[in-house]
């Protein structure tokens, strides 16, 4: 059985839903993870986060501790367009690597406030997860890992994706963070009886 991911490195619920892909990886369900951008119009070099106080970030704060994940709100928000074609890139060639990267790279942001738009702290943290990071460099330098994530984003409009995260479940999409007994009942529906 197999799970369709989407998520932006920029959206802090996706950042949480790390925790609830695991939830259905270690019931033996497949997640394929895809990027789109969210805030395309963030530009490069990002832009200033304004206030994170209310009942959202209350909530996203709860939920990351819940998870384990370390939350640092950064002062800036990064324009990702780099980082998600890095994903993709090394999706194609290595999902596992790719899967590695990505949790590096949300941690960076998330909970070290580091600039993930840095293509020297991506090819870091690629090589960290086990992928060649003269590779990834030339690969975003040619166009082709930016030619992956438009591969990516439209498949993302094939399934009407609109928001992050989003995951298509059976051929349903069901966006938004759920809480982590959606996730653990969910598996007993997707998982063939026996």
């Given at each position: 059985?197999?799970?369709?991911?989407?998520?932006?490195?920029?959206?802090?619920?996706?950042?949480?839903?790390?925790?609830?892909?695991?939830?259905?990886?270690?019931?033996?369900?497949?997640?394929?993870?895809?990027?789109?951008?969210?805030?395309?119009?963030?530009?490069?070099?990002?832009?200033?986060?304004?206030?994170r106080i209310g009942p959202?970030?209350?909530?996203?704060?709860?939920?990351?501790?819940?998870?384990?994940?370390?939350?640092?709100?950064?002062?800036?928000?990064?324009?990702?367009?780099?980082?998600?074609?890095?994903?993709?890139?090394?999706?194609?060639?290595?999902?596992?690597?790719?899967?590695?990267?990505?949790?590096?790279?949300?941690?960076a942001y998330f909970a070290?406030?580091?600039?993930?738009?840095?293509?020297?702290?991506?090819?870091?943290?690629?090589?960290?997860?086990?992928?060649?990071?003269?590779?990834?460099?030339?690969?975003?330098?040619?166009?082709?890992?930016?030619?992956?994530?438009?591969?990516?984003?439209?498949?993302?409009?094939?399934?009407?994706?609109?928001?992050?995260?989003?995951?298509?479940?059976?051929?349903?999409?069901?966006?938004?963070?759920?809480?982590?007994?959606?996730?653990?009942?969910?598996?007993?529906?997707?998982?063939?009886?026996?």
């Amino acid at each position: 059985m197999v799970v369709e991911h989407w998520f932006d490195f920029v959206c802090p619920y996706c950042y949480i839903a790390q925790d609830r892909n695991q939830i259905l990886r270690d019931r033996g369900i497949e997640v394929v993870e895809h990027a789109i951008r969210i805030h395309p119009e963030i530009p490069p070099g990002g832009k200033p986060a304004g206030p994170r106080i209310g009942p959202s970030y209350d909530f996203l704060a709860r939920e990351a501790e819940a998870a384990g994940l370390p939350l640092r709100w950064a002062t800036r928000m990064p324009h990702t367009r780099p980082a998600l074609a890095a994903f993709e890139w090394l999706k194609s060639i290595r999902p596992r690597v790719a899967q590695r990267f990505a949790q590096s790279v949300f941690a960076a942001y998330f909970a070290q406030g580091q600039d993930i738009e840095s293509i020297d702290l991506l090819a870091i943290l690629a090589e960290a997860a086990g992928g060649d990071p003269a590779r990834l460099r030339a690969a975003l330098a040619d166009g082709t890992a930016y030619d992956a994530l438009v591969r990516s984003e439209r498949q993302a409009k094939k399934f009407g994706v609109e928001g992050t995260p989003t995951w298509n479940v059976l051929g349903q999409s069901v966006s938004g963070l759920r809480p982590r007994v959606w996730f653990r009942d969910l598996t007993t529906v997707l998982r063939p009886a026996g």
